[in-house]
């Protein structure tokens, strides 16, 4: 049983229960929202994670990517990171690993947390084909399947699965006249197996076996875009809108069955564009809930790109993205460290907060207030309490301190409001 079969079959679940308390809504008003689709959470029947929910009148859910490459092993840095990443307020974390022993590492992370935990099969199934035949494209169904299943029963509780890349869409591609192509790491493992084989997408093809696993263990699939954007000038055309349809009719196929459904979006796109792509995307899903790699709103700064993805976030989410993955620092550059997957959660959470008092979110307001009021008593410690990053203000106020306890550096004496205040007391 899913929970979006139990909320059709009118029952609220302790799941349903506990988000309902969290988002400060009806309990029956966000089963109805599950019901349709418009609203999952992310819970393996198999795990006892902490029920997240993401989607149509929530807080925007923030997500961290974290894992190993070929070029860098080390099961302990990951862990930290996934510690990192709730400390800092993720909501979920991605174990996108494809060094080493991942189904270890897989292992490692989930003790580490309980916060809802994603993966991507297609690249255990690509290392695998690798060790087993030589080179990636020669998977095959079984590997596939056997893959996702086997993650599944280990208590993975959402899976990006990239579905939508098919022998249509791969044709559209190629006509596209794009400049970088495929950017999806999962997406080009499909693609090259279309073009190389000459056969459909097994995902595609065999969608409604996928869903039969999927629908046993209750993981929520996040429909991945294997098209999307590597860059702003490939943003929003044919090849990326024609997975989108495509992924459109998969949602109907999963809301018959009862499963829990995300819909991935595009990673660059320019700011004019981003509220298009949520409008199209709500239109063609149905109002599924969207989830975002940013976007990124220009390609110039390397080395900055969580401030780049935040400011996409924050459009994006405002415009009806329910879930952000986070962007760090280092994206382009280099695997992320420890200090990356911090100022990525922070910076996203930045963004998904300034969405959500913007769309006038009940929850995001009362913190704002609850700041201000603390700025206004010169409640210093309040005022780190409710920083998104508690550690930071509080270091950089001990570093440079003003002579007036009340009062920071940057006035002194001069503080505005200590300079009305006393004036108010004549």
Same mark, same amino acid.
Request: with cysteine; charged share 25%; hydrophobic share 45%.
């Given at each position: 049983m899913t929970q979006m079969i139990d909320a059709k079959n009118g029952?609220?679940?302790k799941e349903m229960e506990f988000v309902a308390k969290e988002e400060g809504i009806e309990a029956d008003k966000l089963r109805r929202l599950i019901a349709k689709g418009y609203v999952v959470i992310p819970k393996n029947i198999n795990r006892d994670t902490k029920p997240v929910g993401i989607g149509e009148g929530l807080r925007t859910k923030i997500n961290a990517n974290i @894992?190993?490459?070929?070029?860098? $092993?080390?099961?302990?840095?990951e862990v930290r990171k996934a510690k990192i990443a709730e400390k800092y307020g993720a909501d979920a974390i991605m174990d996108l690993s494809t060094g080493g022993d991942l189904k270890k590492i897989r292992k490692a992370i989930m003790e580490a947390t309980n916060l809802p935990i994603g993966t $991507?099969?297609?690249y255990e199934v690509g290392v695998e084909a690798k060790k087993k035949y030589g080179r990636v494209v020669d998977m095959d169904e079984d590997l596939i399947f056997n893959v996702i299943e086997r993650q599944a029963k280990e208590g993975v509780d959402f899976m990006t699965l990239h579905c939508g890349i098919t022998k249509e869409s791969v044709?559209?591609?190629?006509?596209? @006249?794009?400049i970088m192509g495929v950017v999806s790491r999962g997406g080009s493992f499909l693609t090259a197996y279309i073009l190389y084989h000459g056969e459909e997408n097994p995902l595609y093809k065999n969608f409604d076996y996928l869903l039969d696993i999927l629908k046993e263990y209750d993981v929520t699939i996040s429909l991945g875009d294997g098209m999307r954007p590597g860059c702003l000038a490939d943003n929003t055309d044919? !090849?990326?809108?024609h997975e989108l349809i495509i992924l459109g009719e998969l949602v109907d196929r999963c809301r018959e069955r009862g499963v829990q459904c995300m819909v991935e979006g595009p990673g660059h796109v320019p700011l004019n564009n981003i509220d298009a792509n949520i409008k199209i995307q709500k239109s063609i899903c149905r109002n599924a809930p969207f989830y975002v790699l940013g976007p990124i709103v220009t390609d110039l700064a390397p080395g900055y790109d969580h401030i780049t993805s935040a400011i996409g976030g924050a459009f994006a989410a405002y415009f009806g993205a329910n879930f952000l993955c986070y962007v760090t620092p280092s994206e382009h550059v280099r695997i992320m460290t420890e200090e990356d997957v911090k100022e990525g959660v922070i910076a996203a959470k930045i !963004? !998904? /907060?300034? !969405?959500? $008092?913007a769309k006038g979110n009940a929850k995001a307001w009362e913190k704002e207030i609850a700041m201000a009021h603390a700025r206004k008593n010169h409640d210093w410690e309040k /005022?780190? &309490?409710?920083?998104?990053?508690?550690e930071k203000p509080k270091k950089m106020r001990e570093e440079i301190p003003s002579v007036d306890e009340k009062a920071c550096s940057i006035c @002194? &004496?001069?503080?505005?409001?200590?300079m009305v205040e006393e004036l108010g007391k004549r």
């Open positions: 029952i609220i679940t @894992g190993t490459s070929p070029d860098f $092993v080390d099961i302990d840095l $991507v099969p297609i044709e559209t591609l190629k006509k596209s @006249g794009r044919r !090849a990326q809108i !963004a !998904a /907060q300034a !969405a959500d $008092v /005022q780190f &309490e409710l920083a998104i990053d508690k @002194g &004496e001069y503080c505005a409001l200590l």
